[in-house]
């Protein structure tokens, strides 16, 4: 449930030896951007685990900011490279079914995706691009402005650490704790739950508003998951003093 606050072939020789996989991507925390050419205007972000084995690769990816694919659904994708090529698939999901080529190097590819199926992206195919994510680690820096009550920009300091392997869903756990200034209601807080996922980050804030504490959420998306050192999105106080209390986010890590 929590991530649902986050975003409503080479030429042969005389050799007989079978050649390897011309290049290995690099296990980890993947972001894929896409452009439908089908429906120009449209795109989609999807982000998660991708992992290559010998000339296998598997997954757990999330897709976002699409009308058709609910972003709390776990999308597994399976494939292989051959030679310098990856092909990627997922099973059908709301009767839709997800195909990658690509091709690229360790840390970037690029290339096509079709949507086949009878469900509402059914015949969906467009241009993709995906890279590995930097790891969120470190200390971040940025600021909080409501959007429903005017006052002061609430400067924040959140020191993250990101767990280097996948849950079952293919997200990043994300831990830490988060220090404010000039908020009238809270001036810490712990995250319980965090992820990273591609380039979309999700914090669940436990805050020491007086006289019970508070939750805070902030969602974002990294303005460029390459470098992973900038995210823009929004923060909902659920509970505590603030309580109601909603906004613009950004944080950025030197």
Known sequence: MFVALLFSGCGGGGSSTPPGPAFTIQSGNWNISASSTAAPGNTFLAGGNLTQTGS???????????????????????GSVSGQSITL?????????????????????????????????????????AN????????????????????????????????????????????GTVTFSGSACFTSGTITQGFAAGGALGLDIATNDVPSGGDTVFAAFMDNPTAATAATGVYQVNTGTCSGDSGDGHLTKP
């Open 89 to 129: 698939s997922s099973p059908a999901i709301l009767s839709q079914t997800v195909t990658v080529n690509a091709s690229g190097s360790a840390s970037n590819l690029s290339g096509t995706y079709t949507v086949t199926g009878t469900g509402c992206a059914g015949g969906d195919r467009g241009t993709m691009s």
């Open 132 to 175: 590995l994510v930097p790891s969120v680690s470190g200390t971040w820096h940025g600021t909080f402005t409501s959007t429903v009550t005017p006052g002061p920009v609430v400067n924040a300091t959140a020191t993250l650490t990101q767990s280097s392997t996948p849950d079952a869903h293919g997200l990043f756990a994300v831990t």
């Open 56 to 78: 296998s690769i598997s997954g757990v990816v999330h897709i976002f900011n699409s009308g058709c694919f609910d972003p709390t659904t776990d999308v597994p994708v399976s």
